[in-house]
């Protein structure tokens, strides 16, 4: 997981300011062994988001935590939305849409201290 974050050549503190998610939760991301530790989908779909990563590379951060978005649930639904359009929108934007819709935002807007 950690080669697609830093293929983006930005910090812990950048990735943090645009998508809302802790220091220590996006150091975790980026380990070597970030795989083995299971996040929850939001912050790596937030983390996707926030990145602007192509949809493919998205759905391989997701499979390469053990995870998999499934179109049953309706919140995952919205989150294969999400980022079929995330590399053109700040996860602000992105949590803005999910709270219209009903659904619980990726993480806290108040977190989020740049918009791209």
């Not at 983006?8 to 980026?30: K, N």
């Not at 919205?78 to 219209?100: E, H, P, Q, T, W």
Request: proline residues 3%; aromatic residues 8%; charged residues 20%.
């Amino acid at each position: 997981m950690a080669w697609n974050i830093e293929k983006q050549g930005v910090t812990t503190e950048e990735i943090a300011a645009r998508t809302g998610i802790a220091d220590r939760t996006v150091t975790s991301l980026r380990a070597k062994n970030a795989g083995d530790i299971r996040h929850e989908l939001n912050l790596l779909v937030a983390l996707a988001v926030g990145l602007h990563m192509m949809p493919e590379h998205a759905e391989l951060l997701i499979h390469l935590n053990g995870q998999f978005l499934r179109k049953k649930k309706p919140i995952e639904r919205y989150y294969m939305y999400l980022l079929s359009i995330g590399s053109f929108y700040c996860v602000a934007a992105c949590n803005d849409f999910l709270i219209r819709h009903g659904m619980p935002p990726l993480t806290d807007n108040d977190n989020i201290c740049s918009f791209d």
